[in-house]
Every structure is written in C-alpha cells, then in structure tokens.
C-alpha cells in the first residue's frame, strides 16, 4: 500500500490511493503532494516539508519504464506561476533502447512542441541530465535514441530554458508527472491485452464459419 502526504495551503492529508490524491491536488494552486511506503514516513515528510512554489511557466518532464513491457511512457506538465495550464502522457511510438530515457527524451520532445505550438518560452523542468546537454550541443549525441531527440528538437529548442531537479523531492508537480508517465504504460498495456482478446474472438469466429 502506498500513503500519499498532500501539503495545501491551510490543510494537511494522508490519503491511500492516488485517485484520492489526485481529488485534492488537481488544480489546486499551492500543494506539495508525495508518496511513501509508510504512514509514518508520510507524518515525517508533512512535518518538515517547506512551502516553494516555482513562479514563470515551467514544463515538467518525466519518462518511465517496465521490464514486462517493450515501449517507454513520457508526461509532461505545463505550470505557471503554480496553476497547471495544460499536460499531456503516451507512449513512445518504437520500442525503448534505454529504458526510461527514451521516455525522458520523448517528454521533452512533446515539452518543446506545446511551447512552440502556443508561441510562448518556457523552463523544461527534467531530472535526467541529457535532455539540456544533448539539446545544447554540450554532449555528443551517439546512440540512437539521443541521435533521434536531437533530429526531433530541431527549431523546437529556442522556446526552451532548462532546469534540472531532483526527482521525488515533494514537488507537487515532480510527483504529478512522475505518475502520468507510469499512467501510460499502464493504460497502454490494458489496451494491447483488450486488442490481442479482440484478435483471439475474431480468430475464433472466422474458425467457427470454416465449420460450415
């Protein structure tokens, strides 16, 4: 079971689902919110987390990935001046070569063209080191996948300033993207399993016609 600490304005909560977590922080301006695997933790971090909410527009990014499946999921989330404005979650369209870095690179990928699409300049908020380096030219691009990022931000990048932070440390929005990413795949696979039973019926009806 997992305890999820949600620190509003005026109030204090410990919840055990993320729908319930999800109910008090969407769209709620000024709430931190982090998941344990204890109460007791949960009690610890409320008692001594602090208030700081990023001002300007920032877009977090995250990735994620899981060894039972083959493709990456990528979120972002646009925020300014602490009021969410818009995000957004998939999956990558080939499967991973690294993990949860195709997601991160993906994220930002999507980060830069919401930029771009509504002409404005924003932050890219991100925990892995390669979506600024490789986008500044600062690292040399060899894999494929970081060869592919480069190729996809091409005159995306001027609408971008980049920011790195650490991941999981209470940051309402850290934690909110960090859960879309793991959303994707999630839906993602209850899709593909929903497609493989829609196969296996039609398989079945066409052997069932084959009888006559």
């Known amino acids: 079971m997992k305890y999820y600490a949600v620190k509003c304005t005026n109030s204090e909560h410990i919840v055990t689902s993320w729908s319930e977590c999800e109910r008090l922080t969407h769209g709620v301006k000024g709430t931190l919110f982090k998941s344990f695997g204890t109460k007791e933790?949960?009690?610890?971090?409320?008692?001594?987390?602090s208030e700081t909410f990023p001002e300007g527009l920032r877009l977090f990014v995250d990735g994620s990935f899981s060894p039972d499946f083959d493709y990456a999921g990528w979120a972002f989330v646009a925020v300014e001046n602490g009021v969410e404005l818009a995000s957004a979650y998939g999956i990558t369209p080939q499967p991973a070569e690294s993990r949860n870095i195709d997601g991160e690179l993906m994220a930002a990928y999507k980060a830069m063209q919401w930029l771009k699409a509504n002409n404005r300049t924003g932050v890219i908020c991100h925990d892995y080191e390669g979506i600024a380096r490789w986008a500044k030219g600062e690292w040399k691009a060899k894999s494929p996948?970081?060869?592919?990022?480069?190729?996809?931000?091409?005159g995306l990048v001027g609408?971008?300033?980049?920011?790195?932070?650490?991941?999981?440390?209470?940051?309402?929005?850290?934690e909110h993207v960090d859960e879309l990413a793991k959303k994707a795949i999630v839906e993602a696979k209850k899709a593909k399993k929903t497609q493989a039973k829609a196969s296996d019926s039609l398989n079945n009806i066409e052997l069932d016609l084959g009888l006559f």
């Open 159 to 174: 609408n971008a300033n980049f920011e790195k932070v650490e991941a999981h440390t209470g940051v309402k929005w850290n």
């Open 41 to 49: 933790e949960a009690k610890a971090w409320l008692s001594g987390v």
């Open 145 to 154: 996948v970081a060869l592919r990022y480069i190729e996809d931000i091409k």
